[in-house]
């Protein structure tokens, strides 16, 4: 699974200021918010995996106590939101897939805004189940290396049937069954990880050039700037 749509390296880095930070907040509010919905309008994060990881998603990137209660209120409260996750499967140039998730309150909306960002650069969406068969839908773990030993980190994993581990010079990153996701609390244990998140993870990958690399940096820039679009994956591995 190395280098699987980490765009850190190919995307324009982006100043950190107050509209960067108000877009990264307004897309953590609608997730949370989708998961009280989808957790059955559960608002307890004891109770409701979904959410208690977003939380504390939320949290590391500062985002105010405030605007995360705001949020959860809005996926049970009297003024509940309408908000559904949608998953969309499109096919960009070079013989990219791509598999772009999003929230939205007006399906029709997101759909036109997806494929407006997608023609502009020769993309096109694709119909449901003509992409996602590349990928696996994983749990992604992050834990911090100085932190804990690397027994303590594969005793963690193979009790969470780990898929692959990977580790760099900061991070051991654990993929795991999406299904194991709700269990992970019962085998953490004393570790603290530094990150939860939810990734599509190709089964096969295809390796660009830099030129058409940075066209395909472009196309997921535009659609990760819609308020809808959470994020966008594809089955590139970045050459090292």
């Known amino acids: 699974m190395s280098g699987h749509s980490k765009w850190a390296n190919i995307k324009h880095k982006k100043e950190v200021n107050d509209k960067v930070k108000g877009q990264v907040f307004a897309k953590l509010s609608r997730l949370i918010t989708l ?32 605007n995360i209660e705001r949020a959860i209120e809005r996926g049970y409260g009297p003024n509940k939101s309408q908000l559904k996750e949608c998953v969309y499967e499109a096919f960009g140039p070079f013989g990219v897939a791509m598999i772009i998730t999003a929230s939205s309150d007006n399906p029709t909306r997101t759909v036109n805004a997806i494929k ?59 993929y795991i069954p999406f299904i194991e996701l709700g269990r992970v609390k019962d085998h953490i244990g004393s570790l603290v990880s530094t990150s939860i998140d939810i990734e599509y993870i190709p089964d096969s990958h295809i390796i660009l050039p830099e030129e058409q690399l940075r066209k395909i940096a472009t196309i997921i820039n535009s659609l990760e700037t819609l308020d809808d679009i959470h994020e966008v994956f594809t089955n590139i591995k970045i050459a090292t």
């Open 35 to 66: 998961a009280v919905i989808e957790g059955g309008l559960m608002p307890d994060p004891t109770n409701n995996f979904k959410l208690r990881f977003l939380i504390e998603k939320a949290k590391t990137a500062n985002m105010p106590k405030d």
């Open 116 to 174: 407006s960002g997608l023609e502009q650069y020769q993309a096109k969406l694709g119909a449901q189940g003509s992409v996602m068969y590349l990928f696996k839908k994983v749990g992604v773990i992050v834990f911090d290396k100085i932190t804990y030993k690397e027994d303590d980190i594969f005793e963690f994993a193979q009790k969470c049937n780990a898929l692959d581990i990977e580790n760099n010079e900061a991070s051991y990153i654990i």
